[in-house]
């Protein structure tokens, strides 16, 4: 059965950091598409960062891109997002997601966690 658990979230302070980490379970992660997303309060869901099984590349979001690191441990079959200088606007429900073949479009992917609550305040 597949299934994906986040953890990590929390409130941090603006300029602050947190690990996020997706346990993966009933698939191995490295031979899947698998990435981080984020839903605001009132907005759409967002990439963040994506691993591509597809061509092998790990994407970053424009906005991002800099400050978060997408990383993996095979042993445990888990993935880690580090979030670093965090913004108060990106204060968000934090998904992780996976799919066999998918290209990270969020529209794509199959498989979704419940989601850990990041809060970035003074």
């Known amino acids: 059965q597949v299934q994906l658990v986040e953890s990590g979230g929390g409130l941090a302070q603006p300029g602050g950091s947190l690990r996020l980490s997706c346990a993966a379970s009933?698939?191995?992660?490295?031979?899947?598409?698998i990435g981080w997303f984020r839903q605001a309060p009132g907005k759409e869901r967002e990439g963040v960062s994506c691993?591509?099984?597809?061509?092998?590349?790990?994407w970053y979001a424009d906005s991002i891109k800099g400050r978060f690191t997408f990383s993996r441990d095979n042993v445990k079959n888990t993935v880690y997002l580090r979030m670093n200088s965090l913004k108060p606007e990106e204060t968000a429900v934090y998904y992780c997601?996976?799919?066999?073949?998918?290209?990270?479009?969020?529209?794509?992917?199959?498989?979704w966690g419940k989601g850990t609550l990041v809060t970035v305040s003074s």
């Open positions: 009933g698939f191995t992660l490295d031979h899947y598409t």
């Open positions: 997601a996976a799919d066999r073949w998918g290209s990270c479009a969020p529209n794509g992917m199959e498989y």
């Open positions: 691993f591509s099984h597809s061509d092998g590349s790990v």
